[in-house]
């Protein structure tokens, strides 16, 4: 007998640990082998999975002689936890191998997927908030890394993919909420995403915008100082040529930024402009000074060489 899926009595998760309840329960899938299997049939739910893909991504191409035995065991094992759960004949045998067997809109991978789709429609249609509305949806369905705690090659490589889609989703949601003028509401949500993910410009750009919509031009500038330092440390490269034209941009108060924008009077600027060329100037002039010393130096030590040596 199928689940009844008319009452909302079970759903498949793996934005997160693997979870499956059911009846309002979870059901214990125990064992690294029967959690990746089943995992891998929730990524691929409702098709048809070869029993040599599964056998790869059980044990990672370090498959025993006795495999393909020791896969039918496993399945056996996961039908009959599952039947005992609440979610009786969902795995079937097909000729080539495996097949789960339940609607897409119980497994949360599929729902997250479709409410990006949705909100993809959304923002074309020129409906922003809709799509803000089905993006934060979508972001709710995750309680940590996909798949975590799993190490299978095979889930580990969908597991990476799902989890770049979430961030894709996170700063697509971000950039319409600044869109939409909510910087205040967003920023402590991408002050902590941003430290979370130091390297993505994305992240760190959208939350320079935010701080300089809300009026923290400085704030937004000390951003881009930190990006450029750990760029520079831990990488040894420079940030991107967009997020270097964000900092003048924010540096000249651009009317392009849009949002919160201090006046200054015209004069103001003209001195930071002499300002700026002055110090480039003796950064210039230090440097030959520099130059010219050091030049000095060795000159005078090669002289007083022979004196030395005569002594």
Not at 11 to 37: D, M, Y
Not at 78 to 93: C, K, M, N, Q, Y
């Amino acid at each position: 007998m199928r689940p009844d899926i008319a009452d909302g009595e079970f759903s498949c998760n793996i934005l997160g640990p693997l979870e499956i309840i059911a009846a309002g329960k979870e059901i214990a899938v125990a064992g690294a082998r029967q959690q990746t299997l089943l995992t891998l049939l929730l990524l691929d739910v409702g098709k048809t999975i070869t029993g040599a893909r599964l056998i790869d991504g059980i044990w990672g191409g370090r498959a025993p002689q006795t495999a393909e035995v020791q896969l039918r065991i496993c399945v056996s094992r996961l039908r009959r936890v599952l039947a005992e759960g609440g979610l009786p004949d969902v795995i079937s045998t097909e000729s080539q191998g495996y097949r789960l067997t339940v609607p897409e809109d119980r497994v949360d991978v599929r729902r997250f997927t479709a409410l990006v789709d949705r909100a993809a429609r959304a923002e074309a249609a020129g409906d922003d908030a809709e799509a803000v509305r089905l993006l934060r949806s979508a972001l709710g369905l995750w309680r940590g890394p996909a798949a975590e705690g799993l190490t299978g090659p095979l889930v580990r490589a969908a597991a990476a993919r799902l989890d770049e889609e979430r961030m894709s989703a996170l700063e697509r949601c971000f950039g319409l909420e600044l869109r939409l003028g909510r910087h205040h509401r967003i920023i402590p949500e991408l002050m902590a995403s941003a430290a979370e993910h130091p390297f993505r410009e994305t992240l760190q750009s959208q939350l320079m915008r935010a701080l300089y919509h809300a009026g923290r031009q400085a704030d937004a500038l000390n951003v881009y100082r930190d990006v450029k330092r750990r760029f520079a440390e831990e990488l040894g490269l420079d940030p991107s040529q967009r997020l270097r034209a964000l900092e003048q941009r924010i540096l000249e108060q651009r009317p392009e930024l849009g949002g919160h924008k201090t006046v200054l009077p015209q004069d103001a600027y003209i001195r930071l402009a002499a300002l700026q060329r002055e110090n480039a100037s003796l950064r210039a002039e230090r440097k030959q000074i520099a130059t010219s010393w050091c030049v000095s130096c060795g000159g005078a030590t090669s002289a007083s060489a022979p004196e030395h040596t005569g002594t």
